[in-house]
Structures are given as structure tokens and as C-alpha cells.
């Protein structure tokens, strides 16, 4: 079996057409989405993911605002510039890209948001909300995810989910979006023992560890579908996930590549989840 590629960057293109298209439809009503990305320091990857999100917004019509703030900014500051955009219509999104400087109270900057702008999904009452399925917006790197998996026609109920990583802002909600489509979810982490007795029972397998060449194909059933969230730099330069592609692409069903696959989705859910804050706006402003 070679597993059939999951075309991330093709979904992607397709869903930002139709997002362009929702974008060229307020502007026609008088409204011009917006979002706000706040960089804090000289992180390079940061200011690399920053660029990304920028121009992804132009080229589906977004107006977008970079607000850069040196590694010294203080907390007060920063919270106060995050309540001035709250309060700025021309705003419809805010993004606080991460990680902040040690010294910054990063919950705090992320409750700050109003939950009505937290377009990534990190403010606390959005992450709460997963768990009763009440999200303002979803995250988008899990909301990616779950696109993936719909593009592939798959139905989620009664399935058997295993979601590799435990994180506040992929592992966690990823096993929570894919848990409230009717899966039956496992979670594991860096502290599960025996890793492969979970992964080899996934009928849709999410990894997103951080850790190259985690999941070798010993460890995934014959026909499952995997998902490959991690992004991880080689000493050579080179960009791999968390799943031995090779290997594994010859048991798996479905895979998704690195890159090429999760990456370009967390991007446009971004994009997304703008116009559909946007759209709200239009909606009240009617009402
Ligand atoms: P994180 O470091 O915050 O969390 C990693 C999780 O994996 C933890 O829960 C940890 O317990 C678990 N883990 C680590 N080693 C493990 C092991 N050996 N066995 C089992 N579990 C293990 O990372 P994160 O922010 O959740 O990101 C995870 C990966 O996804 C990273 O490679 C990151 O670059 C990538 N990522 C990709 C996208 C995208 O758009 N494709 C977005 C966000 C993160």
C-alpha cells in the first residue's frame, strides 16, 4: 500500500478562494476585514511566521496591521496597546504571536484580547468553550486539522483517535474538536507508557510532538490516516514532522506531508476565522 498524500497546500489554495471571495463581499458592503498581529522581540522564526500570516491576508484582501514591539516592552504597555485594538473597528482580529519574552504575563496578554477579536482561539473562554462546543473561534491549527480530515471525505463518529501531544494550543484541542465529530479520542504525551500500543489501534492518528521520526510505520495500523502536525528543522536544513514519511506511507491510507500538509490550513483558519469575525460585525451592524 502507498498511502495517498493529503495535498494540504491545494485544500488551502481552494478554501482562500472562497475566503477572497467572502472578503470581496464586505468590502461591497462597506467593511474591510482587519487583523492585528502583535510581534514582541527579534525572534527570527517568529518574525518568519509573522511575514507568512501578513501576506496571506493580503492576498485574499485583508487589511492587516503589525504592531512590533522590541524584547523590552513592558507588561502595562503591551496589555494597554492589546485594549486600544479591542477597541478600534477597523479591527477584527488580534494575534499575539508567541512565544513572548519570560518577563511578559502571556496569559494575562491572551485574556486581554476581547474574545470577540481572539481569531487564534488561545483566549481562555475559547479554549474552555471546546469543551462544550460554544468556540467564538476555534484554533487553527486543530481547526486545520479537522478541515484535513473533511476534505478527505472521512466521518469521524465511532472512529478511533489517537492525538500524539498534549499541548495547550495543538494536542489538547485538536483531541477536543475531533472528540465532539463523534470520535473516541486517546491522548498521549511525552510521560505515556508504551506509545505504540495507543498508536497502532488509531484509525486517524494526530502527531504533534516536535520530536523527528516519532512514529515509524511498526507503530501505525495497516489503512489508518495519519496527520503529521509537527514542523521540525534537521541539522541539515531540512523540514520533517514527527512520522518517518517513508516508512509509514507505505502502511497508512492517507498521510498528510511535511511541508505541505497542517502548515498551509493553520494559515488560512486564520484568515478564516478574520472574515468570519468581520461577518459578525456586518451581521449586528445590520441587526
Ligand atoms: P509542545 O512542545 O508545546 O508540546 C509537545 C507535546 O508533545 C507535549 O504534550 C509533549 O508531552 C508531547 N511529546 C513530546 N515528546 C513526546 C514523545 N517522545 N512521545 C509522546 N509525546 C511526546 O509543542 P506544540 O506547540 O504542541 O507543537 C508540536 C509540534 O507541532 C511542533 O513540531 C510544532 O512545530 C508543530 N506545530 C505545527 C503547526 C502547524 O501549523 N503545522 C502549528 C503549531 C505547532
Do not use: W
Not at 501576506?55 to 516592552?73: H, L, N, Q, Y
Not at 514532522?241 to 505541505?260: E, I, L, R, W, Y
Amino acid at each position: 500500500m502507498t498511502a495517498r498524500i493529503i495535498d494540504g497546500t491545494a485544500l488551502a489554495r481552494r478554501l482562500r478562494t472562497a475566503i477572497a471571495a467572502r472578503v470581496d463581499t464586505l468590502k461591497a458592503s462597506g467593511v474591510t476585514p482587519g487583523l492585528a498581529v502583535i510581534l514582541v522581540g527579534g525572534d527570527a522564526a517568529s518574525a518568519v511566521y509573522v511575514g507568512r500570516k501578513v501576506k496571506a491576508c493580503e492576498a485574499v484582501g485583508i487589511r492587516s496591521f503589525t504592531d512590533r514591539f522590541p524584547e523590552t516592552i513592558d507588561n502595562d504597555t503591551l496589555l494597554a496597546r492589546i485594549a486600544a485594538l479591542n477597541a478600534d473597528p477597523a479591527v477584527h482580529g488580534i494575534l499575539v504571536q508567541l512565544p513572548l519574552p519570560p518577563h511578559i504575563d502571556m496569559p494575562r496578554v491572551l485574556e486581554t484580547i476581547s474574545i470577540d477579536k481572539d481569531v487564534d482561539g488561545f483566549h481562555l473562554y475559547n479554549i474552555g468553550a471546546l469543551v462544550t462546543g460554544n468556540t467564538v473561534f476555534s484554533p487553527c491549527t486543530p481547526y486545520g486539522v479537522v478541515k484535513l480530515l473533511e476534505s478527505e471525505g472521512i466521518d469521524l463518529k465511532g472512529q478511533n483517535v489517537v492525538v500524539v501531544g498534549a499541548s495547550n494550543i495543538v494536542g489538547k484541542p485538536t483531541a477536543l474538536m475531533l472528540m465532539a465529530e463523534g470520535a473516541t479520542v486517546s491522548i498521549c504525551h511525552i510521560h505515556t507508557r508504551d506509545l505504540a500500543q495507543y498508536t497502532i489501534m488509531a484509525d486517524i492518528l494526530v502527531v504533534a510532538a516536535g520530536v523527528p521520526g516519532l512514529i515509524v510505520a511498526q507503530m501505525v495500523k495497516r489503512g489508518a490516516v495519519v496527520i503529521d502536525v509537527g514542523i521540525n528543522r534537521l541539522p541539515d536544513g531540512r523540514i520533517v514532522g514527527d512520522v518517518d514519511f517513508a516508512g509509514v506511507s507505505a502502511k497508512a491510507a492517507a498521510m498528510t506531508p511535511v511541508p505541505g500538509g497542517v502548515g498551509p490550513l493553520t494559515v488560512t483558519m486564520l484568515l478564516e476565522n478574520t472574515v468570519v469575525s468581520a461577518e459578525r460585525t456586518l451581521a449586528l451592524a445590520d441587526a
